[in-house]
């Protein structure tokens, strides 16, 4: 038991998260679509009880049949680059995607495929060393086996140091710090085999994501605050007749045009993971001011005089003053600034001729910019009590001739590519 004392510590640390993670999951979700970390959760226990089955019978030899011995450790080497080729491809899902296993993406796979290879082909020329601490293994199987697992943690720093601002800044330390203790443990173990540390590398990866990325429970209180505010939003628009279509369809056009802007490289410096969470989270409360603007006109039937249209228009700037003093208190000061900005200046226009402050060009701040094209095309998309809805092929006329006057050109022209996307989106708020 001397020699696999570590991995019990461990194996109990990891069966008590996964017993947390699946009770909180089965709670908030019941119908659990597997993720990554499920994989990678299962994955890094079965590594867990594999180091320890193989600290065992590494060190009994006279009592531990040779085949026996080498298929523990081939289950054990396996499940050890599993795990980072695991977490390799979650660094990838949480900031750029998967690549699709084609072309390039296809090479992101081949050194864990050659790997599982060449591990299964050389496992019967594995060597058993005595050490000062305990036994352990070396041969071809082993070599290669760590060779691969530093070509995926190199790969894992390389995506966290290029894809650095699509990570939530509250979440990069946590992420540093559970990749700078696997690449620390791993460095050890390679230069010093008979440590057989590598189960707190393992454990501290598994501690590290559910604590910062996975744990159901944040998760669910960060979605009970996102129907909060689309909630009160909805309160607010049922004001003018709307049933909370208009600002889930804006959202939605919202998040698809910042997300194309992005992957064509736009505004990469600002379109951060941040930056788009917010930009989604404040886009329903893009009409909050309207709760100030009486019924009457709200609800006016046929076109508002210059001095309904003057009150209708106030709606803007109250809008500004109602998040100020709602959500001045919360800590995360970028949201609130940037509901803030979407609600005050997204009838703001590109050259200059909107309200309430005259905004011109790049004045005007990015995320209402945005948010101005997604507004204008639902409004003329849908009936209204003072007209009929548009169909389709006038709305998107209508955002293309408001190019360079209303909107933005560049703006203008990535959301008329995402048509198809656009259409989608609005056929699917409209049919549920």
Known sequence: MQYYKLQMGCMMILLYIAFLYWKERGKYHKKHKLRIFDYLLVVGIISVLFDGITAHTVNHPDVVAPMVNM?????FLLSLDTLIFLLFLYMRAITEGIPKPKKYGMLLYIPYILNVLVVVVFMPQLKYHEGEISN???GISAYTCFIMAGVYILLSWVTFFKRWKYI??????????????????TTFQMIHPQAL????????????????QENPVIEELSRYHKEMVMGFATLVENKDGSTGGHIKRTSLYVKLLAEELRHRGFYKDVLTKDYINNLCRSAPMHDIGKVSVPDVILQKPGKLTDEEFEA?????AKGGEIIRETFGHLENKEFTQMAYEVSRYHHEKWNGKGYPDGLKRKEIPLCARIMAIADVFDAVSMKRCYREALPLDKCFE????????????????????????????????NNL
């Not at 298929?71 to 289950?75: D, K, Q, T, V």
């Not at 540390?197 to 910062?212: F, K, Q």
């Open 136 to 138: 352990y293994s070396m």
């Open 398 to 429: 209508i955002i293309q001739e408001g190019s360079g006057q209303d909107f933005e050109p560049l703006l203008a022209e990535v959301f008329l590519d995402i048509r198809d996307k656009v259409e989608a989106a609005h056929h699917e708020v």
């Open 168 to 185: 939530e800044r509250h979440k990069r330390f946590g992420i540093f710090t559970y990749l700078a203790v696997l690449f620390c443990v």
């Open 312 to 316: 209708m228009k106030q709606h803007a």
């Open 71 to 75: 298929i523990c450790h081939m289950f």
């Open 197 to 212: 540390l590598s189960s707190i590398a393992v454990t501290t990866i598994i501690i590290g994501v559910y604590i910062n």
